[in-house]
């Protein structure tokens, strides 16, 4: 690749002598702070609304409406025309790329709708997992392909953060020394690329909960997972400060049948595997919700903002159908029931708003609060 | 047991991770810091030169004895010592030994367990440390004789090819080595790979370096299943290269030390402990006490580990002469102090000693 020569006139002479090439510069950095920042601020996290069309048509599926463009569009708009109430809770929004695309009935681009509300616009924008030959189905994700061009106009629609999930699997021999380096480097390369662009990337390293192994082997195989995330993040001269992780709490497997463990039990294994593992530069932790109930997800996060341990990090929400399994259910795919689904997600974010400041004493219970929203092997 | 149908064994028992978890908060407790009188043979002899005394046994153990017999309230701010094997084997003139000695007073005997840089072949001049060979059983003998801890020191250099990834992966690896085997004889191992100060290089140089050096250490101890919570890290705070001509101040080294640290440290690390490198006794407890008053996130107690920059007027002051026990040990107090208040961030200056602002700089500095 040959650089142009305006390029190198950008680069002072003398640091071209150094053995350190500038990553970002001090306002690149300074503007991936801010953001960073801003989405894990104290009582707020993230909705994830990016999901696939084929995922989401399995929401609208469960609730009989048909999976058509503009149903997802009036889906998604039910979401973001919620009350203003709900920016305090709500920092941020992960977006498909149709979604980021699509706008609401008076013609309001969504980023626009999310923007006037104070919300920050994200993307996710991974293409999704491929299987990783010679391996016990491991995978890693693929998208870097054209990515530095997708963040770029991305970032230009008004989108300043984004998101991509790998998936690791616990098994007898899983994950693997190469499903570990391989998926924690395509994350550390896709940071790298969203850093230059000026978008905040999640790092999402999902340790998936199917199995029946303990809390004890789901804490150290996170640690594991994330100590090598970390190397590669490192390996990349990734700007953490700029970046969140987006890991799944620490539980034993969904067919555990071994002894009950607590949400204390839970919150002390994930805060172990965070405190030994993740630097105290990253911005914040965003919590993925898993399989786990609405409430449950709650619960454990509150949990988790209450363990005596060293949290140099916010520890926030990312939650997707734990936010949302309520609203669905309350909507019903009719016009009529907008304001019981907007309550339903006023609700929901108020909890979680709480639970990450450790301060939630339940009674914000939805209509799916119980409800286990387990999908085995789950891709988007 | 249900865990050994598990695919992971247990590294520790939780009794023995609450021994070492409170060993080490202990030593890096509020306004404490831990004395590094560590010294080789050879190392010592260099020091002795400077008052013109002769580097024998007994004088090298008379001053570790006049080290040891300050008055109690050292350990006020001396939560630890390091020892050299010699000095671990001697006793002070009435015959109690010098590990005694420093538990009378509430202060951990630590050990130094490395046997000194090797060569790296096919490197531009690198190196790593060597000591695994029996060092079980040589840490059964040192925690049986009283000792907390241990302290093993590899050697990273800065130039322009230099440290290398062979360099970096394997001092880590052999420091997370010692730290496996430490700590299961019941040591907190004290972690140092230090970045040495010597060459032209300017600061953002010395930071990135360290983070990489960092990130690679605490990838290796995760590999070797090193329990963080009972380990300190003994690093080399950020600085330019002795032979930079740009200068940088107190904050700025503070911002660079942070930041490398905050980037790559767990918080689950008890504590972090510095060494002084060639810096003069003042310059040490101003960057400690930068440090601290730096406003960035620092989950870990920072304090320090430090041998010249606490032992340089100690020595002019005493000159090898008995007449003068007495007042080289007030210069370890005051030096003690200053640096328990920089470990808080609450040193105010004025403590300059008989050897204050001399740097202590060694060229290529090794034991």
């Not at chain 1, 039910?78 to 980021?100: K, N, P, Q, R, W």
């Not at chain 2, 004088?59 to 010699?86: H, P």
Request: glycine share 8%; proline share 4%.
């Amino acid at each position: 690749m040959c650089f142009a020569p305006d390029v190198c006139d950008i680069v002072p002479v003398a640091k071209m002598a150094s053995r350190f090439v500038n990553y970002l510069s001090p306002q690149q950095e300074a503007e991936l702070a801010d953001i960073a920042r801003r989405l894990v601020a104290p009582g707020k996290g993230i909705l994830a609304a990016d999901e696939s069309i084929s995922t989401c048509g399995k929401r609208l599926q469960e609730i009989n409406v048909e999976n058509s463009e503009d149903n997802r569009r009036r889906y998604r708009e039910l979401l973001f025309s919620c009350e203003d109430a709900m920016a305090e809770h709500v920092s941020g929004v992960i977006l498909f790329d149709e979604t980021a695309r699509q706008y609401d009935s008076f013609g309001t681009p969504f980023v626009k709708c999310l923007e006037r509300k104070g919300i920050i616009p994200g993307i996710k924008v991974d293409k999704g997992v491929v299987p990783l030959a010679g391996t016990h189905g491991e995978s890693t994700t693929t998208g870097l392909d054209g990515l530095k061009e997708r963040c770029d106009e991305y970032k230009s629609m008004g989108i300043h953060f984004a998101k991509w999930r790998c998936v690791l699997k616990i098994s007898k021999f899983t994950p693997s020394y190469l499903a570990m380096l391989e998926n924690a480097n395509v994350l550390a390369r896709y940071a790298s690329i969203c850093q230059q662009s000026g978008l905040v990337p999640i790092v999402e390293p999902e340790v998936l909960p199917d199995g029946d192994h303990d809390l004890e082997t789901a804490r150290r195989i996170t640690e594991e997972v994330l100590a090598f995330q970390y190397k590669a993040l490192a390996d990349h001269h990734v700007f953490l400060e700029g970046t969140l992780l987006k890991p799944n709490m620490v539980t034993a497997g969904q067919s555990y049948q071994g002894r009950y463990n607590s949400p204390e039990d839970n919150a002390m294994a994930t805060v172990q595997a965070l405190y030994r593992t993740v630097p105290a530069a990253v911005a914040g932790v965003v919590f993925l919700s898993g399989g786990q109930g609405e409430e449950s997800a709650t619960i454990n996060l509150n949990a988790i903002n209450k363990v005596p341990l060293r949290r140099p990090w916010p520890l926030t929400f990312s939650f997707g159908r734990a936010l949302q399994a309520s609203v669905l259910q309350a909507w019903q795919g009719k016009d009529e029931n907008r304001k019981h689904a907007h309550d339903e997600l006023l609700k929901r974010v108020k909890a979680n708003g709480l639970a990450a400041q450790g301060k939630y004493q339940g009674g914000l219970e939805g209509m799916a609060a119980g409800k286990s929203l387990f999908v085995k092997d789950h891709a988007y | 047991m249900a865990s050994s149908s598990s695919r992971f064994q247990q590294y520790l028992s939780p009794e023995k991770e609450d021994e070492l978890r409170k060993i080490a908060n202990t030593i890096v407790s509020k306004r404490r810091g831990i004395l590094a009188a560590d010294e080789s043979v050879a190392t010592i002899g260099k020091r002795f030169d400077t008052i013109g005394l002769t580097n024998t046994e007994e004088n090298r153990r008379k001053y570790r004895e006049l080290l040891f017999s300050t008055d109690n309230s050292i350990a006020d701010s001396i939560s630890g010592v390091i020892l050299f094997d010699e000095t671990f084997r001697q006793s002070a003139s009435d015959g109690t030994p010098f590990v005694k000695v420093l538990q009378n007073k509430g202060i951990i005997p630590g050990i130094k367990v490395d046997k000194g840089v090797v060569p790296l072949a096919g490197t531009l001049n690198e190196c790593t440390t060597q000591g695994l060979d029996g060092l079980s059983e040589r840490c059964a003998e040192y925690k049986k004789g009283g000792c907390g801890f241990a302290k093993w020191r590899c050697v990273l250099k800065i130039s322009d090819h230099t440290p290398s990834y062979q360099a970096m992966i394997e001092n880590a690896n052999v420091l997370a080595r010692y730290a496996s085997i430490c700590q299961q004889n019941g040591l907190v191992p004290i972690v140092e790979p230090e970045v040495l100060p010597d060459g032209t290089h300017d600061l953002q140089t010395a930071q990135r370096v360290t983070e990489e050096v960092l990130a690679f250490q605490y990838k290796a101890l995760a590999d070797h299943h090193v329990f963080l919570e009972g380990t300190l890290l003994k690093p080399n705070m950020v600085t330019a290269g002795q032979s930079c001509t740009k200068k940088y101040t107190s904050q700025d080294i503070a911002r660079a030390t942070v930041e490398a640290l905050n980037r790559t440290v767990p918080p689950a690390v008890a504590g972090i402990t510095f060494l002084s490198g060639g810096q003069s006794e003042e310059d040490a407890t101003l960057n400690l006490n930068a440090i601290n008053q730096y406003p960035g996130r620092k989950p870990w107690p920072l304090t320090f580990s430090y041998g010249r920059a606490l032992q340089a007027s100690v020595i002019k002051a005493w000159g090898g002469k008995d007449a003068n026990i007495k007042a080289a040990q007030e210069e370890l107090l005051k030096r003690a102090r200053a640096n328990g208040a920089a470990a808080v961030g609450e040193y105010q200056g004025g403590a300059a000693g008989a050897a204050g602002g001399q740097s202590l700089f060694v060229a290529n500095h090794s034991y």
